[in-house]
């Protein structure tokens, strides 16, 4: 197994890093020593019979000492070629134990293209060459691409697709068992004897609630990109989040029953963390209203950017990716200047609610200013369209972002400014409909604006957020 993804970051030469790791795996995991001078002696036996044929041959009756050092100085030339000895070892391997050799070479495509395409020729060689069964894992775009204009296009190949499992299964599973060593029933993993039963019913609520609710399945499916690692990393924050009121979760399980944890809970987990107020830092989310420019209609360019390659069209490829030019152009006919532009797509890719062709991310100068040459193409992902469709609207969203968001708006910002620091739901709720008004306000001068997006109808169908709280606070009251 050979994971270019993190032993190739110091290595340019795959070559020599691929021959190693096989080496060193060997070793490691099959207690195989490829310059072991019995094993040696066994991969080049009719290389030994060559040689006694030859020249030197003669010293093996006459003169044992200078045979042995010939003989010696013979195979180690041999071996000192690493590639063609590492070959002839693993033919070696597979006919004495009668095995399969399997190469699996994972994270290509976290190369760049030249590297990828190197990946996919050594590849090649190992399967044709050496009689190895080799695997290759890679994205789709990066295998459409490469059978389009690279290495992959000249060669046969068998392609399998994996499709990822579902989330709501791995992560029902994982908590399940959790749940069960958290009642100190037996497993086969001695993990200890440390039990609670207020832990256990928390974690069969939190199961039942993924079980029940579609909502909470497309939240998590979307706000990871389907990733699982990401989801359970999400799951096991929200488990000890103080932003989770845990024991009211026990209690009314425990003198009810049946309790389905509601999707605002997870989504107020995304939008802060262990935070009371949103941090770009430790936030599921990104704030796609932010600016980087005194411009009021900056609020809406990251929106914008994702509904335009949601946006069916001919800007999309068959995959779904527009072209960086095109996209630019597009932004740019709406009165945004090329900086605007590329700000918020780095932005959004190195928070993957965009993704490109290539697996690219963006570093920070020294200003703290995302700093990289634009891709070739984007195209949208879950995480952002979830961002547009779901959350820009929505009462948690809009109350968590404007914290982070530069108001251009004087009078209002000192509204929002009142009762700052208050964490009680009646402040946050007039704060939050002045920033949705100020959005609203801004979103209306914005004459030129596109078909495709319409802050407007985001507004009008997530206002139920705002009315189940404006509820929430007549019923208090």
Known sequence: YIDLGS???????????????????????????????????????????????????????????KYEEKLLEYLYNLQSNTRDHTKKAIEQIAKERQKQIIICIDNADQRDFDIQQEAFLISQELAKEWKATVFLSVRPQTFYKSKRSGALNAYPHKIFTISPPRVDDVVSKRLGFAAKLAR??????????????????????????????????????????????????????????????????????????????????????????????????????????????????????????????????????????????????????YGFSQKQIENALRRSTNRKLIETSLRVTFEEDEDNELVGDMPDSFRATTIGAYHVKKWLGDFAYIDAMLFDTPILDVEVRNVLSKHVSSLDIKARFDRA????????????????????????????????????????????N
């Open 7 to 65: 032993t190739a970051t110091l290595d340019t030469d795959l070559n020599k890093l691929v021959l190693a790791q096989i080496g060193d795996q060997l070793y490691q995991k099959y207690g195989v020593n490829l310059s072991n001078a019995s094993f040696v002696e066994r991969v080049y036996r009719e290389d030994i019979k060559k040689f006694d044929d030859g020249l030197f041959g003669r010293y093996k009756e006459t003169n044992t000492d």
């Open 184 to 333: 100190g029933e037996s497993s086969r993993v001695d993990l200890g004897q440390v039990t609670s039963e207020n832990l256990a019913v928390f974690l069969d609520v939190l199961v039942r609630s993924l079980n029940t609710s579609k909502q909470i399945n497309e939240f998590l499916t979307n706000i990871t990109g389907g990733n699982i690692r990401s989801v359970i990393e999400f799951v096991t924050g929200f488990i000890g989040s103080p932003n989770i009121e845990a024991q009211k979760i026990i209690d009314i399980e425990e003198r009810q029953g049946g309790y389905l944890i509601p999707l605002h809970e997870f989504t107020k987990q995304a939008l802060l963390g262990d935070y009371s107020h949103y941090s770009s830092e430790t936030s599921s989310s990104m704030n796609i209203l932010d600016i980087t420019t005194p411009d009021p209609k900056e609020h809406f360019l990251v929106p914008l950017i994702i509904s335009y390659l949601e946006h069916r069209g001919e800007h999309l490829d068959k995959n779904g990716f527009c072209r960086s030019g095109t996209l630019i152009a597009e932004c740019q006919n």
């Open 433 to 476: 409909h002045s920033f949705k008004e100020y959005l609203l306000t801004t979103w209306k001068n914005f004459l030129d604006a596109p078909s495709y997006f319409n802050f407007e109808d985001i507004c009008h169908e997530r206002n139920d957020t705002f009315i189940k709280v404006a509820k929430h606070i007549a019923n208090r």
